[in-house]
């Protein structure tokens, strides 16, 4: 799972073109027109620890080591001191099975299990604030040049959303640079595909930003936390719940990115004004437009 910054500064981008993440289908629009359209696949993936079975998401498909690494680490049942010994995907049977040195006590978390407010099949326990307390994120300064800055190149970077829409992205930034991009049809599996690429390659989490397509809801919130990240950003809108956890914890947490506008509704002591919005051009409604975040 070695990763190698392509052309565009991306260390992982959007793959569109990339077989069997997205069909064409064939259906008639308002006027009765025939038209093809792309839609996004969605396919199961059971996700174990070590003999134990976890989970069955339904994902895209893409980046399956990171999504299960990435998630056991988010629900805290890989903790920052077990060893994994590997990881092992088979495409055939849709399955995925992280192996640790020793085995991890995670039993009484699956009795916990809920279902959250997101699509797709999203899990957190009921503990899932277990964790948060006590918790300090670095005191990193956010430039509101590297907000516009990062939501134009994301918003222009040819991507599976642009594509075919019904999806959601999440994108690993260092100041204003998007380093990873990862879509997923559950914002959760795209956030866990970032935390999975962070724990492979030992990524620092103090200096990085968290960028989101979906709404900043609690599970979002949480998530950005427990992975170390001081700043979580939107182009969508906030939850209450979500902006009182990030209150409670010190999350800068910025949404509703669109052109010239943002708000930020906890952790503003983070952000730098050093650029004027009224340089900064409007959003351009091309892009963006589909539906699917």
Request: aromatic share 6%; with cysteine.
């Amino acid at each position: 799972m070695a990763s190698a910054k392509d052309d565009t500064g991306y260390v992982i981008a959007p793959d569109p073109a990339r077989a069997g993440l997205s069909r064409q289908v064939t259906g008639v629009d308002q006027t009765g027109a025939t038209q093809d359209v792309r839609v996004v696949e969605e396919r199961p993936l059971t996700i174990f620890l070590n003999s134990r079975e976890i989970v069955t998401a339904m994902t895209i498909g893409d980046y399956p080591e990171y999504l299960a690494l990435g998630f056991l680490r988010n629900q805290g049942m890989l903790l920052a001191g077990d060893e994994v010994s590997g990881i092992d995907y088979d495409e055939e049977l849709e399955t995925v099975v992280v192996r640790t040195a020793q085995e991890t006590s995670h039993e009484e978390k699956l009795k916990k299990k809920t279902r959250t407010s997101g699509c797709a099949v999203g899990t957190v326990f009921g503990d899932m604030m277990e964790g948060l307390e006590g918790l300090v994120l670095p005191q990193a300064e956010v430039r509101t040049s590297w907000l516009y800055a990062l939501a134009h190149k994301i918003n222009t970077t040819p991507s599976l959303y642009l594509e075919a829409g019904a999806i959601h992205g999440t994108v690993l930034c260092q100041r204003d640079r998007p380093l990873v991009y990862m879509e997923d049809v559950g914002r959760h599996n795209a956030v866990d595909k970032i935390a999975g690429w962070m724990w492979s390659e030992g990524a620092d989490p103090a200096d990085k930003i968290l960028y989101t397509t979906g709404r900043l809801t609690s599970e979002m919130v949480i998530k950005t936390a427990l992975m170390g990240i001081p700043v979580l950003a939107s182009r969508s809108g906030f939850t209450a719940w979500g902006v009182e956890i990030a209150r409670q914890v010190g999350l800068t947490v910025v949404g509703r990115m669109r052109g010239q506008r943002f708000m930020c509704l906890s952790g503003e002591d983070r952000l730098v004004w050093d650029a004027d919005p009224g340089a900064v051009p409007a959003e351009d409604r091309k892009h963006r437009r589909k539906g699917g975040a």
